[in-house]
């Protein structure tokens, strides 16, 4: 049974560092897409990106590039998504999800979602 | 960066009716194009992909139709827990997702 198992919610004070994780299961981690989906509160979803684990190659939406990186560590068949200097306007949900078959960047299997509220 | 456009925002509709929502491609996407279902307070679920495929566990009530710039996902016969968000998304180069339809019953 494919699974997704995100991070708790997290906390922080703008400029504050943050790292988010989604811990896969029930499928080969090298050899689909894992990618991440921004929901902000009241507001619709916004693909913000994806990483093949199997040779790190990254693709970003041209909204995310240069805001937030993605990473995977194939070992622990996990991705993550990190902050430098989140910003208020960072606080949504965010939805870790698996690429679909064909080495396409459609989703079909979703994580739970963590909660992300940046505020001072 | 292609923009998908879902139409209409917003259905209310009695049970067993049947719903109708479009997404439209501001260029051709061919059949790249998968719908979602989000139920209040849960994660996105795939309901069809590459535009008429259908997903294993959904419904046969669920039907995707449409190629290159103009889809549509067909619900025949609302039930109340169809109840959620639908949203189109395409997986061509920089995908997106359309605004999203709130489905609720009447």
């Known amino acids: 049974e494919v699974q997704l198992v995100q991070s708790g919610a997290e906390v922080k004070k703008p400029g504050e560092s943050l790292k988010i994780s989604c811990k896969a299961s029930g499928y080969t981690f090298n050899t689909y897409w894992i990618g991440w989906v921004r929901q902000r509160p009241g507001k619709g979803l916004e693909w913000m990106g994806v990483i093949y684990p199997g040779d790190s190659d990254t693709r970003y939406g041209p909204s995310f590039q240069g805001q937030v990186t993605i990473s995977a560590d194939s070992s622990i068949t996990t991705a993550y998504l990190q902050w430098s200097s989140p910003k208020a306007s960072d606080t949504a949900i965010y939805y870790c999800?698996?690429?679909?078959?064909?080495?396409?960047?459609?989703?079909?299997?979703w994580g739970q979602g963590t909660l992300v509220t940046v505020s001072s | 960066e292609i923009v998908l456009t879902q139409s209409p925002d917003f259905q209310s509709v009695t049970p067993k009716e049947k719903v109708t929502i479009t997404c439209r491609a501001s260029?051709?996407?061919?059949?790249?194009l998968h719908w979602y279902q989000q139920k209040p307070g849960q994660s996105p679920k795939l309901v069809i992909k590459?535009?008429?495929q259908s997903i294993s566990g959904v419904p046969s009530r669920f039907r995707g139709s449409g190629s290159e710039t103009e889809f549509t996902l067909t619900i025949n016969g609302l039930e109340p827990e169809d109840v959620a968000t639908y949203y189109c998304?395409?997986?061509?180069?920089?995908?997106?997702f359309g605004g999203g339809t709130k489905v609720e019953i009447k």
């Open positions: 999800a698996r690429g679909g078959d064909n080495n396409d960047w459609y989703f079909d299997f």
């Open positions: 260029q051709s996407i061919r059949s790249s």
């Open positions: 998304h395409h997986s061509r180069a920089l995908p997106s």
């Open positions: 590459y535009a008429s």
